[in-house]
């Protein structure tokens, strides 16, 4: 389970925006 890749990813599209 890892959350934090999920929580990565999220960020990851934060920075794209």
Known sequence: ???L???E???S???AE
């Open 1 to 3: 389970r890892n959350h």
């Open 9 to 11: 990813s999220m960020q």
């Open 13 to 15: 599209t934060l920075d």
């Open 5 to 7: 890749r999920v929580v």
